[in-house]
């Protein structure tokens, strides 16, 4: 009975020190469970976690993290009581350089962290829309300008100036030359904008003469007056032209004496000193004239286009004269003829 006894005390010890030990464990057990908020993407909620990392509190809770996604502790971080975890996962956004698109993603909002989180550079004139500190809805598009700035230079014509100078010691009509036009070359600067390769502005920052242009200087004559025995006479118009001589004999005209229309002009009138033929296409019939020599000799002087033959075209005049021997000793010359008013 005694030895019953004992062995019963003895039971009834372990029992206690089991009670006692399990007690313990699960107290030590309570007192490890700590309190922790999670936040994602803003969504709180408070967890009651007895884990040792976070990691182990991701897991118990089920919570996988996206690649790319924030945490704000390492996974490995011993998990303590009021603990607060902050988790951001990855949104997508468009970006968009030009005519190309594409999805990129981030844990931010502003344009500039999206940007420098998917290592999108800039360059110093390089802009984007919206702007760098504007925030961007989930799926938004960002649009980036890549400007580029170029210098060309080109050569231009510099076109020389017409300069006309009147003068009254030049008959009306003539014209002279007195320099000859040259153009002239400019090298100019043009800076042009491209944004995404596409030109949006050209400005010239620059001009520098190469060479001057030289004018050309013309001399045009305004005198309409000649001066003659009869005094001032007005002119219209002065022409060079190729003078011959004829008279009525039968080596000039090809007419006899006796031939119906021998001594008569293509006018009608009689052949004459005074009478002179032209090609009727440059001087018409009928107007009065003025022969100038040109080699000093005497001028033939006032006359009328009255004639016209069949060797006398264009710039050719034929003088008629009295004789044969006049006809000789005139030849062939140049004269100035002057259109009379």
Same mark, same amino acid.
């Given at each position: /009975?005694?030895?019953?006894?004992?062995?019963?005390?003895?039971?009834?010890?372990? $029992?206690?020190?089991? #009670?006692?030990?399990? =007690?313990?464990?699960?107290?030590?057990?309570?007192?490890? *469970?700590?309190?922790?908020?999670?936040?994602?993407?803003?969504?709180?909620?408070?967890?009651?976690?007895?884990?040792?990392?976070?990691?182990?509190?991701?897991?118990?809770?089920?919570?996988?993290?996206?690649?790319?996604?924030?945490? %704000?502790?390492?996974?490995?971080?011993? $998990?303590?009581?009021? /603990?607060?975890?902050?988790?951001?996962?990855?949104?997508?956004?468009?970006? *968009?350089?030009?005519?190309?698109?594409?999805?990129? &993603?981030?844990?931010?909002?502003?344009?500039?962290?999206? $940007?420098?989180?998917?290592?999108?550079?800039?360059?110093?004139?390089?802009?984007?829309?919206?702007?760098?500190?504007?925030?961007? *809805?989930?799926?938004?598009?960002?649009?980036?300008?890549?400007?580029?700035?170029?210098?060309?230079?080109?050569?231009?014509?510099?076109?020389?100036?017409?300069?006309?100078?009147?003068?009254?010691?030049?008959?009306?009509?003539?014209?002279?030359?007195?320099?000859?036009?040259?153009?002239? $070359?400019?090298?100019?600067?043009?800076?042009?904008?491209?944004?995404?390769?596409?030109?949006? =502005?050209? %400005?010239?920052?620059?001009?520098?003469?190469?060479?001057? @242009?030289?004018?050309?200087?013309?001399?045009?004559?305004?005198? %309409?007056?000649?001066?003659?025995?009869?005094?001032?006479?007005?002119?219209?118009?002065?022409?060079? /032209? /190729?003078? #011959? *001589?004829?008279?009525?004999?039968?080596?000039?005209?090809?007419?006899? @004496?006796?031939?119906?229309?021998?001594?008569?002009?293509?006018?009608?009138?009689?052949?004459?000193?005074? +009478?002179?033929?032209?090609?009727?296409?440059?001087?018409?019939?009928?107007?009065?004239?003025?022969?100038?020599?040109?080699?000093?000799?005497?001028?033939?002087?006032?006359?009328?286009?009255?004639?016209?033959?069949? +060797?006398?075209?264009?710039?050719?005049?034929?003088?008629?004269?009295?004789? +044969?021997?006049?006809?000789?000793?005139?030849? &062939?010359?140049?004269?100035?003829?002057?259109?009379?008013?």
């Amino acid at each position: /009975m005694k030895e019953f006894s004992v062995k019963k005390a003895n039971h009834f010890k372990i $029992l206690t020190i089991l #009670t006692i030990a399990a =007690s313990l464990s699960l107290g030590a057990y309570i007192c490890s *469970a700590k309190e922790v908020t999670i936040s994602i993407d803003n969504k709180k909620k408070e967890v009651v976690s007895y884990a040792n990392t976070v990691e182990g509190l991701l897991k118990a809770e089920k919570i996988s993290l996206d690649e790319g996604a924030y945490i %704000n502790v390492p996974l490995g971080t011993k $998990l303590e009581n009021n /603990m607060s975890i902050i988790i951001k996962t990855p949104k997508p956004y468009i970006l *968009a350089i030009g005519d190309k698109k594409g999805e990129i &993603k981030s844990v931010h909002v502003k344009v500039k962290d999206i $940007l420098k989180d998917s290592n999108v550079e800039l360059g110093k004139k390089d802009y984007t829309y919206p702007g760098l500190n504007d925030n961007v *809805a989930s799926g938004g598009e960002i649009q980036i300008f890549k400007v580029k700035e170029v210098v060309e230079e080109v050569e231009k014509v510099i076109p020389y100036e017409n300069i006309v100078k009147k003068s009254g010691k030049v008959d009306i009509g003539v014209v002279k030359v007195l320099q000859e036009g040259k153009d002239g $070359l400019k090298n100019i600067k043009i800076k042009k904008v491209f944004e995404n390769d596409k030109l949006v =502005s050209e %400005n010239i920052v620059g001009e520098e003469i190469i060479n001057e @242009p030289v004018p050309k200087i013309t001399e045009k004559g305004t005198r %309409n007056m000649i001066m003659s025995s009869r005094g001032n006479t007005r002119y219209r118009k002065s022409l060079i /032209m /190729m003078a #011959t *001589a004829y008279d009525n004999s039968y080596e000039s005209c090809g007419k006899r @004496p006796g031939d119906k229309y021998y001594g008569i002009t293509a006018s009608g009138t009689k052949a004459r000193v005074g +009478a002179v033929a032209i090609d009727p296409r440059i001087i018409p019939l009928g107007t009065k004239l003025y022969v100038e020599s040109l080699d000093g000799t005497k001028d033939y002087g006032f006359c009328v286009a009255e004639d016209t033959g069949g +060797a006398i075209k264009n710039s050719k005049i034929d003088l008629f004269f009295s004789t +044969a021997k006049e006809v000789k000793n005139f030849g &062939k010359r140049k004269v100035k003829v002057y259109i009379l008013d």
